[in-house]
């Protein structure tokens, strides 16, 4: 029980070091490593809280497919124009305002609810929570899965159109 | 971990031969690859150093270590020795969630006055219900070891490897993944451990409610239920492991050396565990899915425990073990000399023609096995008595 | 967490062996002084250009963003695979198979688009 107890803050302790340092890293690759690291985390957070299932597709689709993605973008690509553009200036310091504003959203609503997160949580799911997953998703949420098929069918055919689009950044080539 | 002092430290043991074994086995296939090579091309390879020149190894350590610790002026340091020791952790993770043998079942037992036990010892570093899962996540991490290299290098030649590196395992990851699927509607689990049981015994399937019997002096393996998968899942595991004929990320006409141009020594030794790791997961991926795991053909698992009745259970059970486990790697070296076979039989593909095989022939191929699959198997397993 | 802890404690040992292994390299390792040629970036006889990063056809940055999605669709994919056997024990076997074709319909049509497109072809 106490070793459960220690693993679990020090996970926390590193999850939130990690999200930490992705938003204050100056060198934006650096802050991608930070947030793979902290994807890995979250995917251990998942399989404590036994979904194992989602424990695995946080680590196969977020950790090694979509952040794969943002380092090979950040470290191939020569983005110092991209780079300067989002860092100064009017559009980026709305985003700053808006993102704060967010933030400070998110964290009064979380406040005025947090009472019910220190609830004790329903007895520990069973074994075979996967099996579960799989019986609810092909039988009550059967429309949202067909229709997330399609939704990812229009993201790919919209990849495509805008990798078409010559000007912008990639002109020079 | 376990429940006490003896029982975490058996595990942990566990766990770090496992990797251990990993490393170990890097100068062995080195040498088996630089002996069969010559072989194939019909050379006589390394033979002076010991016997078949065995202890050309413990002289590649020495070299190996005594060599210049180099870092890159304009390199990132810290990133740059980073990556080498990123390249080891996938591997070691999903080769440590695989099992390598029989559970091994230690009786009570009396020690420095107090009495231990019973435990159940599993021949895996540690087991999740999401075995496949776990396996297929870790090994999607191993694009960042070669992304970091490329980066902390600072090195064009290194950077277009790393580009291509990654561009390759993330293509054939979709066909390995595909693949993937048809075994476990084959066997509807994610246990490896599971997976192995349903094939042992001889080859009985039901169809129409009839059971077939008339195959049964075959052994029941996934390979007679999914030769395609299998053949895709191997091809696909090439890319994987960055080897010939898809070792493009190394090209040495185009890229010098790809992603490890600037590393040597220890450093870039440790990138060889990292990828012969790989070839050791995917060969004990292909036995486990495809060729029965650790059952011996003919032989039931129970029997195997019986022969060793004289012994205490602890004994028995351990002997059994050990016994699997010599069945488990001869079929896994069998996978590893395919690997090196190929290596020195192929020549490498264009970068064009890679991207090509990938997308457009194995995705489509692995797609139609998983349609055909769950058509077979709706045939097959449907109650069409009740 | 109990599972969990065996991969931390394992992580934790690779990074360890990794670190002790470079080091002790490094401490046996032979000597060289530090060269301002030796330290220039390999380059195959050319003077580096360290003005200009390597710049790469934006084809890999499209590969990956397909891959992503096709990625999640195969994900998708795994617990379908999983509890087809349950479906069909329990005689609802035509229903699973028909939820996973009018899904894999997509995912065709999607893939053979990319095909005819020529979003997948290098040169």
């Keep these: 029980m106490l070793w459960e107890a220690i693993g679990f803050y020090s996970l926390a302790f590193f999850l939130i070091f990690f999200a930490y340092k992705t938003i204050t890293a100056i060198n934006p690759i650096h802050s991608a490593l930070y947030l793979v690291l902290t994807m890995i985390g979250l995917a251990a957070v998942f399989y404590d809280l036994g979904a194992h299932f989602i424990a695995g597709v946080q680590l196969i689709v977020y950790a090694g497919a979509v952040m794969v993605l943002f380092v090979m973008v950040l470290m191939l690509f020569d983005l110092r124009a991209e780079l300067r553009a989002f860092s100064r200036g009017l559009f980026s310091g709305m985003l700053k305002i808006i993102s704060a504003g967010l933030l400070a959203g998110i964290f009064f609503a979380g406040s005025d609810s947090s009472i019910a997160i220190l609830d004790t949580p329903a007895a520990a799911p069973s074994a075979d929570v996967s099996r579960q997953l799989g019986i609810l998703l092909y039988t009550k949420y059967l429309y949202a899965f067909e229709a997330l098929g399609v939704l990812l069918l229009v993201v790919a055919v919209g990849v495509v159109a805008v990798s078409r689009i010559k000007g912008g950044t990639h002109a020079r080539h | 971990m376990g429940a006490d002092v003896f029982e975490i430290t058996v595990n942990f043991v566990k766990m770090v031969a496992i990797f251990l074994l990993m490393v170990q086995i890097v100068p062995l296939l080195v040498w088996v690859e630089r002996r069969g090579s010559a072989y194939i091309q019909n050379r006589f390879g390394p033979n002076r150093v010991g016997p078949l020149g065995l202890t050309q190894l413990l002289a590649d350590a020495v070299k190996f270590l005594t060599k210049e610790d180099f870092v890159p002026g304009r390199g990132y340091p810290f990133i740059y020795y980073a990556a080498p020791i990123v390249a080891m952790i996938p591997a070691a993770l999903a080769l440590n969630a695989i099992p390598l043998s029989s559970p091994v079942h230690v009786e009570a037992f009396e020690m420095l006055g107090q009495t231990w036990g019973p435990y159940v010892f599993l021949a895996q570093g540690y087991e999740f219900g999401i075995g496949v899962v776990f396996v297929l996540g870790v090994s999607s991490l191993a694009a ?70 008339a195959l049964s002096f075959l052994p029941n393996w996934g390979i007679f239920y999914q030769p395609l998968g299998a053949i895709i899942l191997f091809a696909a595991m090439f890319a994987e492991a960055n080897r010939l004929p898809f070792d493009l990320p190394e090209a040495e006409g185009e890229l010098v050396a790809g992603y490890h141009t600037e590393y040597s020594g220890f450093k870039f030794n440790m990138f060889f565990i990292g990828e012969y790791g790989h070839m050791f997961v995917a060969s004990l991926l292909m036995v486990i899915f495809y060729f029965g795991g650790y059952t011996l053909p003919g032989v039931n698992p129970e029997t195997v425990g019986k022969w060793f009745a004289d012994f205490s259970p602890t004994k028995a059970s351990l002997l059994t073990a050990l016994v699997l486990h010599g069945v488990l790697m001869a079929k896994v070296v069998f996978f590893l000399w395919i690997f090196i076979w190929v290596r020195w039989t192929l020549p490498r593909f264009r970068y064009d023609q890679l991207m090509d095989l990938g997308w457009r022939t194995m995705l489509p191929w692995a797609l139609a096995n998983t349609i055909l699959t769950a058509i077979f198997i709706l045939i097959a397993r449907h109650p069409w008595g009740s | 967490m109990s599972q969990l802890l065996p991969v931390f404690a394992l992580t934790v040992f690779v990074i360890i062996f990794g670190c002790a292994l470079l080091g002790f390299a490094h401490l046996i390792g032979a000597r060289a002084k530090p060269n301002k040629v030796k330290d220039e970036t390999y380059e195959c006889g050319q003077p580096p250009d360290p003005t200009r990063p390597p710049q790469s056809p934006p084809k890999y940055y499209q590969t990956a963003i397909l891959f992503i999605l096709f990625d999640i669709e195969i994900i998708f994919m795994y617990p379908w695979a999983l509890t087809y056997g349950d479906f069909i024990a329990q005689g609802y076997g035509l229903y699973i198979f028909l939820a996973m074709a009018f899904f894999l319909a997509v995912f065709i049509f999607g893939l053979f688009w990319e095909v005819k497109s020529k979003a997948l072809e290098w040169e």
């Design chain 2, 144 to 213: 960042y070891a070669l992304l970091l290299a490329g980066y902390g290098s600072n090195n064009k030649y290194s950077m277009y490897g790393a580009l291509r590196a990654s561009a390759q395992t993330i293509s054939y990851e979709l066909a390995m993944g595909l693949s993937i699927v048809g075994v476990i509607l084959l066997f509807n689990t994610f246990n490896f451990t599971e997976m192995i049981a349903q094939q042992a015994g001889p080859l009985v399937f039901s169809l129409f409610g009839h059971k077939v019997e």
